[in-house]
């Protein structure tokens, strides 16, 4: 017993100095700012020099970039105590203009066994050729797309957002001006006369109040010029538009409306093709003030909704009404339905039915 006591002993000794016995970066920076790169001037690489400061020779098993665009190499033998070595780390710029923030995790016999570095620095875009700004060719008129994307909007007041508008054919081209507009949309060319090779802008007015919608928006114009080369085009113009709500401190939060569902998803299990199956959200306005339904919309044109039309007093409850039409539909399916309402804490939130369509 006395032996084998021993022997563990010793054991457990050498077993502690072995793992006592590590390797140990220093390096003389740990963190490389690239500062501005070109993006057209292509790959840029730094050198992370090291000295191993541990007991035992430093061998790195593996290093992970936090992005497939670095591209570490390493050295493949270990390091000697008191020897130093490099880790080459190379960033390739091309498609990510913007700020640059990479990681190497480097592992090796080190304690702790990771170790990062840092890459730095920022991307200039290369400029872009008149074909890359304005690939949609509509004749001798170039645009960078005839979908017009003004993006998240509010109904506080009208927006205006440009788009830029290229003619490359060999003659001046005038545009003429935007009829059967909706009320709650203005178009106009600045100038209304393009030039041979002369960039000019669309500007697109949205007044989000006047379109009384939210979420997602489609509207449509015709592009219309004396363009020898063009003819008509639609122009479709995209928004989101969301509800306005002033600044608000936490009192007028607390008296604000607030819109709490019972349930927010519902699965209808199995549905036969071709059927109508119904379910109802039940909601309470739970806060101080009237609750009022703006809009309901869904992702699909098999839904139908009936939201309430009049407001819903503090305390009250209400429901929202959802039918959902299996006709021409197989398989598994989620579908989104959104409400959107006057409670700031919540304006925008989504009920999600499920269901498996199958044949009878």
Known sequence: MRRIALFSFVFSLLAGQLFAQSGKFEFEE????FGNIHEENGKVSHEFKFTN????????TEIIPSCGCTTPTWPQEAVAPGQSAVIKAEFDPMG????IHKTLTIKANTEPATTEVY??????????????????????????????????????EPITKEFGVYNDGASAVTFKAVQGLPKHMKVAFEPMTLQPKQKGLIKITYDAKAKNDFGGVSDNFDLISDDK?????????????????????????EQAP?????KTVHDFGAVKSDKIVETEFEFTNTGKEDLIIRKVKSNCSCIVTAPP????????????????????????????V??????PRGANQALIIRMKVGQE
């Open 229 to 253: 080369n063009g003819t008509k085009t639609t122009i479709t113009v995209n928004a989101t538009i969301n509800e306005y709500f002033p600044p608000m401190d936490e009192a007028q939060i």
């Open 96 to 99: 990510r203009p913007g700020e």
């Open 338 to 343: 959104t409400v959107y309402s006057n409670d």
């Open 53 to 60: 400061k541990g007991s035992a020779p430093l061998l790195i």
């Open 119 to 156: 890459l730095t620095g920022m991307v200039i875009p290369k400029p872009k050729t008149l074909a890359e700004e304005f690939p949609d060719s509509l004749g001798s008129i170039r645009l960078a797309s005839r979908y017009m994307n003004l993006g998240g909007i509010t109904n506080k």
């Open 258 to 262: 607030r819109l709490e569902f019972t």
């Open 309 to 336: 039309k009049s407001a819903i007093k503090p305390g009250a409850k209400g429901k929202i009404k959802v039918s959902y039409n299996s006709a021409g539909r197989e398989g598994a399916e989620s579908k989104t």
């Open 30 to 33: 740990t963190t490389h700012d």
